[in-house]
């Protein structure tokens, strides 16, 4: 009976230190790498989605700015050679001057409070407001594009009837935002 009973007191001990025993080395090992596996696919999943929203913010500031100078932009004039009022002389029409060929800044129009119409900002690039005063700091990273050109035909008038004005600001994670109108001549 003695040695039954030693026997069972035995298989106790042993069931109780297999109990007690922790992980070996390479069950750590393969613990930690699966881990780090994980990690590194959370991780990867995580960061186009931070970039995507961080790039929404952009675009929103983007199109503000864009918006801002479209709207300085269409306020002018449509030619040199029209009425700068909105009256009734258009360049083009009979007893009229002819509109500019060359589109761009004329003489002594050097910056953008002396621009007095629309294609004065072709190849405009400034980050400048309307006053000729840098634009606020967090716009140092965003560049800027303005092109005016003849396109009178996109409206279904006389090619020299119209412009189009195309401001494009690129945030600087390198996304375009392009906007476009057109100034017609009346």
């Known amino acids: 009976m003695h040695s039954i009973f030693h026997n069972k007191q035995a ?3 042993t069931s109780l230190v297999k109990k007690q025993q922790g992980f070996t ?14 990690l590194a696919i959370v991780s990867t999943l ?13 675009q929103i500031k983007a199109s ?4 801002s100078l ?22 083009d029409e009979a007893g009229t001057a002819a509109c500019t060929t060359t589109l761009g800044p004329e003489t002594g129009e050097d910056n953008r409070n002396l621009f007095d119409d629309v294609d004065d900002f072709h190849n405009y690039s400034d980050k400048k407001n309307s006053t000729g005063d840098d634009i606020d700091g967090g716009y140092d990273q965003f560049k800027i594009s303005v092109k ?10 006389a090619n020299r009837l119209a412009k189009r004005i195309t401001v494009t600001v690129t945030t600087p994670l390198g996304t375009e935002i392009e906007f476009t109108s057109h100034k017609a001549n009346f």
């Open 11 to 13: 298989r106790q001990f």
């Open 70 to 91: 479209m709207n300085d932009i269409t306020s002018r004039a449509f030619d040199d050679n029209s009425d700068m009022s909105g009256g009734r002389v258009r360049c």
């Open 46 to 58: 995580i960061a186009p989605a931070d970039e995507k929203s961080a790039d929404n913010v952009l």
């Open 148 to 157: 005016v050109i003849y396109a009178g035909e996109d409206l279904g008038l």
């Open 64 to 67: 503000e700015l864009a918006q």
């Open 25 to 38: 080395l390479i069950e750590l090992i393969i613990g930690i790498v699966i881990l780090t596996i994980s």
